[in-house]
């Protein structure tokens, strides 16, 4: 695999870890106590 496809698949695998330890983080700390994507999974379910 060229180089340039591991860095572009590694970006992209690294961007949901990031939104998800962003929601986390935001679940936490928020005085709401839910991330984005905490409600809007909770929604779809």
Same mark, same amino acid.
């Given at each position: 695999?060229?180089? !340039? !496809? ?6 992209v #695998? #690294?961007?949901p870890?990031f939104?998800? &330890?962003?929601? !986390?983080?935001h679940?936490?700390w928020?005085? @709401? #106590?839910? #991330?984005? &994507? @905490?409600?809007?999974?909770v929604?779809?379910?």
């Amino acid at each position: 695999m060229s180089e !340039v !496809v591991q860095w572009f698949v590694t970006a992209v #695998g #690294g961007v949901p870890v990031f939104l998800v &330890l962003r929601d !986390v983080f935001h679940s936490i700390w928020h005085p @709401g #106590g839910r #991330g984005r &994507l @905490g409600r809007g999974l909770v929604a779809a379910v």
